[in-house]
């Protein structure tokens, strides 16, 4: 954060004006989202990713807030499918203005994000970009498709969250190679890099939803129990478990259990069979294979800020 705090305010600044409308509900709606408090970690990255290539331009400023416009339409999308009621410790946009308003406020996010991409004026960038937009919704709806399904296996799993969140974290950091210019590998690396991260970071999510509290997460707890989303600490526990806590399991996923006192007892059996723990451990795989693909750079302050990132992204609790 510090390394990138002054371009960031570059970002935020486009974010702002990009974001209004003459229809007074759409910067309303936005506002209550990007101003959330959200950790705006890709952005980061697409600026750190540029300091890192010692590029000296402000083209990623535009294609920071496109990333973060990308991401935002999704938060929005998601919490209308997934009936969400909070995000960012507050109410999530759904419950405050609406299904059909968050929608469509996501869908104009999407558009102010291609209208970005355009400016800049490279293809590669838009392909880039444009590409893991459609891999996003991909991931969305092969997680739906998997919802409720007990069979769901590991190699799924990480297709899916390779799709809904990796994705937009490999092309934040490959888009900043593309416009310093230097490249295919470096874009590799840094694609390779950002995928690794953003599939440690969603591991760590996951296994938050049965380790914290609504106050430090900044969302419902056990939304994905209820929700009967099969992530890794659950494959684990049921693959893990015996007859009984199977059934359990069986009952828990296709929403027949749901209370609070289910909660705890999935949150137990999770503990029992050590799936946390066994969630972060991979988490900690991928984040150390973050840190490999940027070794090969020299030395410098972005690259120990990239580092610092994928060891932090596995060490939050939050």
Same mark, same amino acid.
């Not at 995928?195 to 999510?205: E, S, W």
């Given at each position: ?52 290539? *010692?590029?000296? $331009?402000? @083209?990623?400023? =535009?294609? +920071? /807030?496109?990333?973060? &416009?990308?991401?935002? #339409? !999704?938060? %929005?999308?998601?919490?209308?499918? *997934?009936?969400? $009621?909070? @995000?960012?410790? =507050?109410? +999530? /946009?759904?419950?405050? &203005?609406?299904?059909? #308003? !968050?929608? %469509? ?214």
């Amino acid at each position: 954060m510090a390394l990138v705090a002054p371009q960031m305010n570059s970002v935020n600044a486009v974010i702002l004006d990009r974001m209004q409308s003459q229809i007074p509900l759409i910067p309303t709606l936005a506002g209550h989202l990007i101003s959330g408090g959200g950790k705006r970690m890709r952005p980061m990255l697409t600026l750190a990713s540029a300091a890192l290539l *010692d590029y000296a $331009g402000t @083209r990623h400023h =535009k294609l +920071a /807030a496109a990333v973060e &416009f990308i991401h935002t #339409a !999704t938060l %929005l999308h998601d919490d209308v499918v *997934d009936g969400s $009621g909070l @995000r960012r410790g =507050k109410q +999530a /946009a759904n419950i405050v &203005f609406g299904n059909a #308003a !968050t929608v %469509l406020v996501g869908d104009f996010l999407f558009s102010r994000s291609f209208e970005l991409m355009v400016e800049d004026g490279s293809l590669k960038v838009l392909k880039i970009l444009s590409g893991a937009s459609a891999v996003i919704a991909e991931g969305e709806v092969d997680q739906l498709t998997a919802q409720r399904q007990i069979e769901t296996s590991e190699e799924r799993y990480l297709d899916i969250i390779n799709a809904k969140t990796a994705a937009l974290f490999a092309a934040a950091c490959r888009i900043s190679a593309v416009v310093a210019e230097s490249g295919e590998a470096h874009e590799r690396a840094l694609d390779d890099y950002g995928r690794n991260l953003g599939i440690a970071f969603q591991l760590v999510d996951d296994a938050i939803d049965y380790d914290s509290d609504e106050g430090t997460m900044g969302k419902g707890r056990g939304d994905d129990f209820r929700e009967g989303k099969m992530t890794l600490p659950v494959i684990l526990a049921y693959a893990r478990g015996n007859d009984e806590e199977r059934a359990f399991w069986r009952d828990a996923i296709a929403g027949h259990r749901v209370s609070d006192s289910d909660l705890s007892h999935a949150t137990d059996l999770i503990r029992r069979h050590q799936a946390l723990d066994t969630t972060r451990e991979r988490a900690r795989h991928f984040a150390a294979r973050a840190i490999d693909a940027v070794a090969g750079f020299p030395a410098s302050q972005a690259r120990a800020a990239m580092i610092e990132a994928a060891e932090f992204a596995v060490a939050r609790t939050y």
